[in-house]
């Protein structure tokens, strides 16, 4: 028979082990009702995770009481509020980890450099580094535009379904910020379709008149992250693209480096606590 210490250990044991599952149950069901648009019902998360329905209420209910979920009039439940803290907490982390590399961006390709991510239906830019050209773009730190207008929104969604990519457009509408913008479903899944050939998005004038844009995914990325070089479509000819990409490509495949070290070495450490 084990001493009444081994049985406490091993009961603790037991015990931790069971609080670490419900945790990432729990982070899981948030990333799904995430994936699925930020509102989801039981039955549907039961069906996408594999997790009983009493599992997942017994979880649920823990999260609205916690704030990070809420539960509708229609009883489906949606993503919290205090979730955009921390979301927006760990936005402008990661905008500060991209810094050198989009300062390295602008040195070797004279142009704007950005970082944006795809928050729900929109893309918001959490880092940039200006061009020293008297001539340059600027774009706000926590600016929200929709993704169809934009080279990062297309570097971002080219990897997604057709079928998300039309939900989502259903959801935000294509409205035309300039004439050349793409403002049906169909011409922007032919736009995704030349993404996935060439490896980069472009933005030609289809935001602003007058200004083209660069853009390619960030490998790996914790969340879907993207990083683009913008600036004067007299500056960013076609020429100069052949130029730029390759130059895109290798920060961001850099940076996806520098960002996997780092959630390794958190890991670690949070091992060893």
Partial sequence: MPSSSASTTDATK??????VQSLERAFD???????AGGEVGLSELSASSGLPLPTIHRLMRTLVACGYVRQQTNRRYALGPRLIRLGESASRLLGTWARPYLARLVEETGETANMALLDGDEIVYVAQVPSKHSMRMF???????????TGVGK???AHISPEEVRALLSRTGMPAATEKTITTPD?????LELVRRAGYAVD????????????????NSPTAAAISISGPAGRVTEEATERIVPVLQE??????EALANTAQAQAQAQSHI
């Fill in 204 to 219: 030609d004038n289809e935001q602003e008149i007058g200004v083209r844009c660069l853009a390619v995914p960030v490998p």
């Fill in 155 to 157: 570097a971002l969604l």
């Fill in 187 to 191: 011409g922007f899944l032919d736009a």
């Fill in 139 to 149: 774009t706000e730190v926590g600016r929200r535009v929709l993704p169809h207008s």
């Fill in 14 to 19: 037991s015990a931790s082990a069971g609080g």
């Fill in 251 to 256: 920060v961001a495949r850099d940076l996806s």
């Fill in 29 to 35: 069901l948030l990333e799904r009702m995430a994936d």
